[in-house]
């Protein structure tokens, strides 16, 4: 089971960027493709950005262009790089295995999440 830890969230104007980072326990993390979900206030958690074993990416169009998913499987560590933030960008985001994007992994239990708020 891996455990999972976010961090990077906070408060930013549209137009702003941050930088998420997750530290994931276990051996078998370089052997796990990784995702980035959120959840906006009030919806259902979504995956937004993929990445595989090889370093392949995949993303939902609403972040297409704008989010970059990365990952260090020396330090165990997946990040998701946001530019030019929008409002609608506020969420709770969290990592795991994806499960969407092409990818048909099974999530682990989920972290605390990392708050992002984009004001207007």
């Known amino acids: 089971q891996v455990q999972l830890v976010e961090s990077g969230g906070g408060l930013v104007q549209a137009g702003g960027s941050l930088r998420l980072s997750c530290a994931a326990s276990g051996s078998t993390f370089s052997r796990n493709a990784m995702g980035w979900y959120r959840q906006p206030p009030g919806k259902q958690r979504e995956l937004v950005a993929a990445i595989s074993t090889s370093g392949n990416t995949n993303y939902a169009n609403s972040v297409k262009g704008r989010f970059t998913i990365s990952r260090d499987n020396v330090k165990n560590t997946v990040f998701l790089q946001m530019n030019s933030l929008k409002p609608e960008d506020t969420a709770i985001y969290y990592c795991?295995?994806?499960?969407?994007?092409?990818?048909?992994?099974?999530?682990?239990?989920w972290g605390p999440g990392t708050q992002v708020t984009v004001s207007s």
């Open positions: 795991n295995l994806p499960r969407g994007l092409g990818f048909l992994s099974s999530p682990s239990s």
